[in-house]
């Protein structure tokens, strides 16, 4: 099969897939293609299969591959003086495999509160947590104490284990946490994602508007 560049056809078929949560048909994809040929919308479909980001799926259907879901990684950026643009080739990856080791002990759970901001947690975001009877001290964990879940770091005394928050500025508000009965660990922390608050209206394109 001649050279051909995927990734424009890759990126509408997944921001069709993120809408409508289906993989269309052949006819279908030609229309959102914009490609007259079927024979064309078929190499297409090929190469997408032979790259595994589509694969055959019951009833002469297509449904996602193993690679579909993965995301095009830049290149560092600094957040501090601005830095030349690189020319170099993007790579792609999946954000399960960048967070999650064990998908089937993996449980996601949303944040309320702001115990825990002087570790960048904050209100609202969505912490990955595993699966794990068992913490080291000073790790951030998700546990039960008294029948009740709340995510602190763990920590031990002459009294024995306990948790705690992470926020200087309302330390006051936050004493340790001691059981008066049980602490178990449901699990330790994995890492977090964000929704960035974005402003509206999105009025200026900068370089375009002078």
């Given at each position: ?8 056809y890759l990126g509408r078929l997944q921001d069709y897939y993120a809408r409508e949560k289906i993989i269309p048909s052949t ?68 954000i399960d495999d960048y967070l999650i080791k064990k998908p089937s002990q993996t449980i996601l759970f949303p944040v309320k ?98």
């Amino acid at each position: 099969m001649q050279p051909l560049d995927i990734s424009s056809y890759l990126g509408r078929l997944q921001d069709y897939y993120a809408r409508e949560k289906i993989i269309p048909s052949t006819t279908q994809l030609s229309t959102l293609w914009n490609v007259k040929a079927r024979s064309w919308t078929h190499q297409i479909v090929q190469r997408l299969k032979e790259e595994n980001f589509l694969e055959n799926a019951p009833g002469s259907r297509l449904r996602p591959g193993s690679r579909f879901f993965e995301r095009t990684v830049g290149p560092g950026v600094r957040a501090g003086r601005p830095q030349q643009t690189a020319d170099v080739q993007p790579e792609l990856l999946r954000i399960d495999d960048y967070l999650i080791k064990k998908p089937s002990q993996t449980i996601l759970f949303p944040v309320k509160g702001d115990s825990m901001i002087d570790l960048g947690i904050l209100e609202g975001d969505m912490v990955i947590i595993e699966r794990s009877s068992s913490a080291s001290l000073g790790e951030v964990v998700l546990a039960i104490v008294d029948n009740e879940f709340t995510l602190k770091v763990l920590a031990r005394d002459k009294e024995g284990y306990y948790l705690e928050a992470r926020n200087e500025t309302r330390s006051k508000e936050y004493p340790p946490i001691r059981p008066q009965h049980k602490l178990e660990i449901y699990g330790f922390y994995v890492g977090l994602f964000r929704k960035a608050q974005v402003p509206a209206p999105r009025l200026h394109h900068l370089g375009l508007d002078r």
